[in-house]
C-alpha cells in the first residue's frame, strides 16, 4: 500500500523569504500523480501544485515549485517570497495513474502548519 | 474558489441520528469524492462515484453511503452517528478523475 510521509509537523518563515517543506512517498508503482494542497483556516483545500511522475522537469506555479525525485522518492515544495497569505497547512498527497476503483483515492500526509511571520 | 459548494456548514447531531451532507460539482466534472478529516489529520478516503456509479471506496462501514445525481451533485449519507464521526467532511469534484477541486468542508459534530 502507499504511505505518504510529512516529517514536518511545523515550519515557519519570515516574509518575502524562502521556505521547503518535505515530502516522502513509497509506491511500488512507476506511474502516479504528486499534489501539494493548501489548507487555510477556512479550511477549503486548494491545489497547489501538481507533478506527473512521468514527467522529469520539476512543476512550477508562480512562487511555488517543486523537487520531485523520483528514485529517492520526494517530493518537497519551495515557497518563495513568501507572503502572510501563505500561512496554511499544507498537505502532500499522491494518487495512483491506475484507474480501477480504490486506485483513484488521493492519500495524504499529515500535514504541515506553515506560520508566516511579518 | 473552486465553484465545488458544500452544505450545511456546520451541523450537530446526537450519537444514534442519522445525517446528509450535500455536495455540488463543479460545472462539467462529472467525478466525486468524498473525505473525512479529523482534527490534526490528514483526510481519509470514504468513496466516490462516477457518473452515478459508486467506483471507489475507503475504509469505512456501510453506514457511510452515498448518491450522486445526473446533475452531478452528490449526497453524503451517515446512519447511526458515533461520537467519532465528528469530523470536517469535504467533497471533492474531478474532470478527469485525477486532479481533485475541493468545497469548504462540512463539520459535523456529534454528541
Known amino acids: 500500500a502507499q504511505t505518504v510521509t510529512q516529517s514536518q509537523p511545523e515550519m515557519s518563515v519570515q516574509e518575502a523569504e524562502t521556505v521547503t517543506l518535505s515530502c516522502t512517498y513509497d509506491?511500488?508503482?512507476?506511474?502516479?500523480?504528486l499534489f501539494w494542497y493548501k489548507q487555510p483556516p477556512s479550511r477549503q483545500m486548494i491545489l497547489v501544485i501538481r507533478?506527473?511522475?512521468?514527467k522529469q522537469q520539476n512543476a512550477t506555479e508562480n512562487r511555488f515549485s517543486v523537487n520531485f525525485q523520483k528514485a529517492a522518492k520526494s517530493f518537497s515544495l519551495k515557497i518563495s517570497d513568501s507572503q502572510l497569505g501563505d500561512a496554511a497547512m499544507y498537505f502532500c498527497a499522491y494518487r495512483s495513474a491506475e484507474s480501477a476503483g480504490n486506485n483513484r483515492k488521493l492519500i495524504w500526509g499529515l500535514g504541515t502548519s506553515l506560520a508566516v511571520n511579518p | 474558489e473552486t465553484g465545488v459548494t458544500q452544505s450545511p456548514t456546520h451541523l450537530i447531531k446526537t450519537r444514534g441520528q442519522q445525517v446528509t451532507l450535500r455536495c455540488s460539482s463543479q460545472s462539467g466534472h462529472n467525478t466525486v469524492s468524498w473525505y473525512q478529516q479529523a482534527l490534526g489529520q490528514g483526510p481519509q478516503f470514504i468513496f466516490q462515484?462516477?457518473?452515478?456509479?459508486?467506483?471507489g471506496r475507503g475504509n469505512f462501514p456501510p453506514r457511510f453511503s452515498g448518491l450522486q445525481f445526473p446533475n452531478y451533485s452528490s449526497e453524503l449519507n451517515v446512519n447511526a452517528l458515533e461520537l467519532d464521526d465528528s469530523a470536517l467532511y469535504l467533497c471533492a469534484s474531478s474532470p478527469t478523475g485525477y486532479e481533485q477541486y475541493f468545497g469548504p468542508g462540512t463539520r459535523l459534530t456529534v454528541t
Open positions: 462515484y462516477y457518473r452515478e456509479e459508486e467506483n
Open positions: 509506491t511500488s508503482e512507476s506511474d502516479y500523480y
Open positions: 507533478q506527473e511522475a512521468y
